[in-house]
Every structure is written in C-alpha cells, then in structure tokens.
C-alpha cells in the first residue's frame, strides 16, 4: 500500500542496521558514557526478581508489559 504513495511522492525507503554503523562505536560509547554519569541520558527497565519470573517476563515482551529493558535477576 505504502509503495505507491512512496512513487508518487518521489521518496525514498532505506533500511539499516546498527552493524552499519560498527566504526561509529568507539566514539558513541564515549558520548553515551559521559551522558549518563552527567545525567543527561535517561533510561527506564522493567526488573522482575526470581527464575519462576522467566516465563512470564518472556511473554510479557510481546504484549508490552515492560517499559525499556526487561531484566530478571534470578
């Protein structure tokens, strides 16, 4: 459906990885680093404690039950 209006509209669609971007790594870590010990980037996991918490964790990936990383510590 998209192909069409992407045609008429004369646009283009480009896909990529993060593996495009592997040179680009180094430099990345070092900003992203500095960000995080500054304050200046914010991130949000959802934690579950215990291994029972695996599957319902698993499952809850796919209905959007955690907000950023999922993590369970066992």
């Not at 669609?13 to 430099?27: A, H, I, K, L």
């Not at 900003?31 to 995080?36: G, K, P, T």
């Not at 991130?43 to 695996?54: I, P, Y």
């Amino acid at each position: 459906r998209f192909m069409t209006k992407l045609i008429s509209k004369n646009a283009m669609m480009q896909g990529f990885t993060v593996g495009n971007y592997r040179s680009e790594f180094p430099d990345a870590l070092q900003y992203l680093s500095q960000w995080v010990k500054e304050d200046k980037l914010k991130f949000t996991e959802t934690v579950r404690t215990g291994f029972d918490e695996l599957p319902g964790a698993f499952l809850g990936l796919f209905h959007g039950d955690n907000v950023g990383k999922m993590i369970v510590k066992v």
